[in-house]
């Protein structure tokens, strides 16, 4: 059974400090996702790895990066949270056999 | 800009009755739409997907429909029950594309009364 997990469910962070956001997958999958999901936008594309170290910029990329050291774990970085970019975060990983996105449960971040 | 656009945003339907969400997309290289269904405090999970070389597929009670001259496509949920409540997202992607990325809805979400 795939697994994807993330480090917190709820996160308080200020503005201006820096956020690491962490996501494993246990499945050996190649490409990851990281979405954010906000009420009435859907999950808009922030970054994707199709490789360790490979990286890609999604639909909103501005005020993130990501890392992909391990092939299991991707994570996001916001280096300098702003209240913009309060939000739920989810991350996917991908089965290129079957074409499907594992989620993880999602991490809601609030920036005040 | 690829899009997918999804309607409608949200939706009550009495128990026992059909649920109906529709997408629409314009990019004609997309080649598999899936849909996904999210519980509160859950991530999405994968419901029921198609490719375009058939019309319709149909899994228990989710039939997705699918025209491919209208570029749309569209979930049914026959039987409506209240654990079907959820947020729905339609979705679209170019399969062996660099990354099969899945180009997303806004979401629908669905309440089913008892």
């Known amino acids: 059974d795939v697994k994807v997990t993330q480090s917190s469910r709820y996160l308080v962070k200020r503005t201006g400090e820096k956020v690491f956001l962490e996501c494993v997958q246990d499945m050996d999958h190649e490409n990851m996702f990281w979405y954010r999901q906000d009420p009435g936008l859907g999950l808009r594309l922030i970054y994707f790895?199709?490789?360790?170290?490979?990286?890609e910029k999604g639909d909103i990329p501005e005020g993130y990066s990501v890392s992909r050291e391990k092939k299991e774990r991707f994570s996001l970085i916001l280096e300098s949270a702003s209240t913009n970019q309060t939000s739920m975060y989810l991350c996917?990983?991908?089965?290129?056999?079957?074409?499907?996105?594992?989620f993880g449960p999602g991490t809601r971040l609030t920036v005040t | 800009q690829q899009q997918v656009k999804q309607s409608p945003q949200s939706l009550i339907v009495q128990k026992g009755g059909i649920s109906i969400i529709n997408c629409a997309y314009e990019?004609?290289?997309?080649?598999?739409f899936p849909w996904y269904q999210q519980f509160p405090g859950k991530g999405p999970a994968l419901l029921i997907a198609?490719?375009?070389?058939?019309s319709e597929k149909k899994e228990g009670r989710f039939t997705i429909s699918f025209n491919k001259s209208a570029k749309q496509f569209s979930l049914h949920i026959m039987d409506s029950q209240p654990g079907d409540s959820a947020t729905y997202f339609c979705a679209a992607s170019r399969h062996g594309g660099a990354t099969n990325k899945l180009i997303f809805g806004t979401g629908t979400l669905l309440a089913v009364q008892p």
């Open positions: 996917a990983s991908l089965s290129g056999t079957h074409n499907e996105q594992y």
């Open positions: 198609i490719r375009p070389d058939v």
């Open positions: 790895s199709y490789d360790v170290k490979m990286k």
């Open positions: 990019n004609t290289a997309f080649d598999y």
